[in-house]
C-alpha cells in the first residue's frame, strides 16, 4: 500500500488544501458570527457545498449508524 499511496498523495497534492489553509478555514468556519448556528451543512474550501446524493439515503445513514454503534460497542440509545 505504501508505493500506492504515496504516488496517490503526488497526483493529488496539488489538488489538497495546505494545513495552514485548511486551519484558517476550520477557524472561520468555527467562530464567523454568519455560520452561527449552521449545522449539518457540508462545507469545501470554506465554503457551504452540497454534498454528494449519496449522503441523503438515509436507508445508508441507518445502516451506518447500526454498525458503527455495533463495532464501537457504543449504545445507539440517545
Same mark, same amino acid.
Given at each position: 500500500?505504501?508505493?500506492?499511496?504515496?504516488?496517490?498523495?503526488?497526483?493529488?497534492?496539488?489538488?489538497?488544501?495546505?494545513?495552514?489553509?485548511? =486551519?484558517? &478555514?476550520?477557524?472561520?468556519?468555527?467562530? @464567523?458570527? %454568519? *455560520?452561527?448556528?449552521?449545522?449539518?451543512?457540508?462545507?469545501?474550501?470554506?465554503?457551504?457545498?452540497?454534498?454528494?446524493?449519496?449522503?441523503?439515503?438515509? =436507508?445508508? &445513514?441507518?445502516?451506518?449508524?447500526?454498525? @458503527?454503534? %455495533? *463495532?464501537?460497542?457504543?449504545?445507539?440509545?440517545?
Amino acid at each position: 500500500m505504501g508505493g500506492a499511496f504515496s504516488i496517490g498523495v503526488k497526483l493529488m497534492g496539488p489538488l489538497m488544501m495546505g494545513p495552514e489553509k485548511a =486551519a484558517r &478555514a476550520l477557524v472561520h468556519m468555527t467562530s @464567523s458570527p %454568519e *455560520l452561527e448556528g449552521v449545522t449539518g451543512k457540508h462545507f469545501a474550501k470554506g465554503k457551504e457545498k452540497e454534498s454528494s446524493k449519496e449522503s441523503y439515503d438515509r =436507508a445508508s &445513514a441507518e445502516r451506518l449508524w447500526q454498525v @458503527s454503534t %455495533e *463495532l464501537t460497542k457504543i449504545s445507539s440509545t440517545a
